[in-house]
């Protein structure tokens, strides 16, 4: 009655909004998506003069083999990797046993702690002071320097336990009255029972972790170290490896390829990724 | 430490000073596994966060490659108060990243508006889809995906001026272009991201008032003004207030997308400080650029937690 779609007096203005609301969302889209979509098309494209062409006028794949194939280009693509599963399953492992921790509402010192690791969220020593930390610790050029420093992200480290103080207490107690430690309660029940809490938080890790860039550039000289994010921006400003090389495929066309190759595993992930990070956002407040 | 009474702390004397002691000392033994267990999260950040807090002295010191060479107390502080190129930086930080705020929430707000008038489920649920994946893309993958659409050669923008017979134009690279073209791009990304706190205060309003402003032949128009706005005011002061207090954050969406033909329109207060500290080495004065402004985005989140008591009656922090 009050939402009815007609055109007859009354609700004549109320339909003439809804079809331009719809044109007008269905345009937006399209401008989202127009951007990674040329993107896309043109990285499959062997004619090198793109104009306006949504569909390649030559499709090939030789962009794609040309990155499987040159080490400058796989090696950081296997570093990103390597930094985004072991850093997940680091910052997954620190930061669930360090959120069990700060449940338990007896312990001393669990105020402390909470406070502790919430002042870091609005005061922090800035980027000189944390660079000169971690040369002092001896970690510049290698991949800890990139991956210690984010397996604790506070945010992320209150969302969790949050989570667990959602399992029932009295489960747990019975665990405890039947000679459980609590480290094998914290590995046998709870975390199976909070699965899809450390689902959600993996997955903001991992994005995290694929997505670094700027500590790759400030703690990693070497290139051999460097991920698929530092290469990907060193191949689209100036690079000698396009302009010297003699490849049968026009530079854009691996460069193009090269943003798809590091959008493919968000992209992968983005489904799962959607639901969680929206609950995320919508838990907001964050207490201690 | 309010329960206390725990059952097999029965035996010792309530009150008396000794066994408050006594009484934390058996809750200590139990609870040592915990300690362990939050060990390495304390290690973290103790040599992450808190070490580079002591760090920090450095500002007043002359710093040198072997270290600490001599104080020498706000010397750093009035080089920077004099030097033109940290005032460029300031200002364009409060210029850009005000400009975002400003035209970041009102987008967010008039999307969420627009989404929460669409009644067709699947397709609100694709358009939200749509919208928020930009999100997720990297500063990097954003950066690098419009410099190619943008390119003067072979970007598709370019392509379309030329078949109008027009002159390319190298947009991140022309001071007059570059902060509109920066502001879009933070759009394109952001925008979507931004309207889920708004959507989920939205879906709060009661279907009833409308109901009731439609029998009483209120417009839509005069709907949305007097029910739907007032149902997200405090969630829109409360997102202005949180994301004013990280004004001056604004970092790595500005260093992927600048380049030294535009530093007079883009560079901000932390790409100064990266360029100083760690491309010039000049360690001490960086850090004293990064203590300011480490010390007025503390003061913003402070009076934005001020603000946000009195407006809601709840802090933020």
């Not at chain 1, 405890?176 to 709870?190: A, N, Q, R, S």
Request: hydrophobic share 50%.
């Amino acid at each position: 009655m009050y939402d009815k779609f007609s055109f007859a007096k009354g609700y004549r203005a109320r339909a003439i909004f809804v079809i331009c609301n719809t044109i007008f969302l269905i345009l937006l889209c399209i401008a989202m998506l127009v951007p990674i979509l040329k993107v896309l098309s043109d990285s499959f494209d062997a004619a090198g003069n793109y104009e306006l062409r949504f569909f390649p006028r030559v499709a090939t794949l030789d962009a794609y083999k040309l990155i499987l194939s040159t080490e400058s280009l796989f090696r950081p693509f296997m570093i990103s990797v390597f930094t985004t599963v072991v850093g997940t399953l680091l910052a997954l492992t620190i930061s669930s046993m360090a959120a069990y921790v700060l449940t338990q509402k007896e312990m001393p010192g669990r105020n402390f702690f909470t406070y502790a690791i919430l002042i870091t969220m609005i005061f922090h020593g800035g980027m000189i002071p944390t660079y000169l930390v971690i040369k002092s610790l001896g970690l510049l050029n290698t991949l800890w320097a990139v991956i210690l420093p984010m397996t604790c992200n506070t945010y992320n480290l209150i969302l969790l336990k949050n989570f667990f103080s959602t399992i029932p207490q009295g489960i747990v107690e019975s665990a405890e009255i039947d000679g459980c430690t609590p480290m094998m309660i914290y590995t046998k029940m709870v975390l199976p029972l909070s699965k899809a809490g450390l689902a959600a938080i993996g997955l903001f890790y991992a994005v995290a972790y694929w997505n670094t860039f700027f500590n790759f550039i400030i703690y990693i000289n070497n290139p051999d170290l460097h991920n698929f994010q530092v290469r990907l921006r060193e191949l689209i400003l100036t690079d000698d490896f396009l302009q010297r090389g003699t490849f049968t495929i026009y530079p854009q066309t691996v460069q193009n390829a090269c943003i798809i190759v590091s959008i493919i595993p968000v992209m992968i992930l983005y489904p799962f990724l959607q639901k969680h990070f929206v609950k995320g956002v919508n838990l907001g407040a964050i207490k201690g | 430490m309010k329960s206390m009474a725990n059952s097999n702390l029965a035996g010792l004397q309530p009150g008396s000073q000794q066994s408050k002691m006594a009484r934390k000392m058996l809750l200590v033994k139990k609870y040592m596994p915990f300690y362990f267990m939050f060990l390495p999260a304390l290690i973290i950040y103790v040599l992450f966060h808190y070490l580079p807090l002591w760090g920090i002295r450095i500002a007043f010191y002359e710093y040198g490659i072997f270290g600490i060479k001599y104080f020498k107390g706000l010397e750093n502080f009035y080089e920077l108060f004099a030097s033109e190129s940290f005032w460029r930086a300031f200002i364009n930080t409060l210029l850009i990243s005000g400009t975002n705020l400003v035209l970041g929430m009102f987008c967010s707000v008039v999307l969420s508006l627009l989404l929460n008038e669409v009644k067709n489920g699947p397709f609100k649920k694709l358009t939200q889809t749509i919208v928020y994946l930009p999100h997720f893309l990297s500063w990097v993958v954003v950066a690098s995906i419009f410099t190619m659409i943008l390119s003067p050669q072979t970007g598709v923008v370019n392509s379309i001026i030329k078949s109008f017979g027009g002159e390319p134009i190298y947009f991140l690279a022309k001071e007059e272009w570059w902060r509109p073209i920066f502001l879009m791009i933070y759009r394109w990304k952001e925008t979507g991201w931004g309207t889920i706190i708004f959507l989920a205060a939205l879906s709060a309003a009661d279907p009833e008032l409308y109901e009731a402003a439609w029998i009483d032949g209120a417009s839509r128009l005069k709907q949305v003004w007097y029910i739907t706005l007032p149902t997200i005011r405090t969630t829109i002061l409360v997102v202005f207030i949180m994301n004013l207090s990280s004004i001056f954050n604004m970092f790595e969406s500005v260093f992927v997308m600048q380049n030294p033909l535009v530093y007079k329109v883009s560079d901000v207060i932390q790409t100064y400080t990266y360029r100083t500290g760690l491309v010039q080495a000049d360690f001490d004065y960086a850090t004293a650029v990064g203590l300011f402004n480490s010390v007025l985005s503390f003061t913003l989140v402070i009076i934005a937690n001020k603000l946000s008591k009195i407006i809601q009656g709840e802090s933020i922090l």
